[in-house]
């Protein structure tokens, strides 16, 4: 059974920084992707960025480009979410999630079950 754990979220103010981690189990994915989407309150759920496992290639939403660096650690099954300069509109639960490369969560069939991240203003 594959299984995704998030951690590292939390309360922060604006321009500070936090660092999610997702640690994957239960099967090899060399071949998936792993990606992070974010659901605000009264939102629906929104890519943030994906990697792919060699981590030879990332993409980002315009919204994170520049302050968010999505990594992956192999040699742990571990994936990581550095967000800098963060916004109060980064508010939101936040999701790892492993699948096929894409921006669309539909792609993916495996997820977390999401951390708390709070930026106050």
């Known amino acids: 059974q594959v299984q995704l754990v998030e951690s590292g979220g939390g309360l922060v103010q604006a321009g500070g920084s936090l660092r999610l981690s997702c640690a994957a189990s239960g099967r090899t994915f060399s071949s998936y992707a792993m990606g992070w989407f974010r659901q605000a309150p009264g939102k629906e759920r929104e890519f943030v960025a994906v990697?792919?496992?060699?981590?030879?290639?990332?993409y980002y939403a315009d919204s994170v480009k520049g302050r968010f660096t999505i990594s992956i650690d192999n040699a742990k099954n571990t994936g990581n979410l550095q967000m800098n300069s963060l916004k109060p509109e980064d508010t939101a639960v936040y999701y790892c999630?492993?699948?096929?490369?894409?921006?669309?969560?539909?792609?993916?069939?495996?997820w977390g079950q999401g951390t708390q991240v709070t930026v106050s203003s």
């Open positions: 999630a492993a699948g096929s490369w894409g921006t669309s969560q539909y792609e993916y069939g495996y």
């Open positions: 990697i792919n496992w060699s981590g030879t290639s990332t």
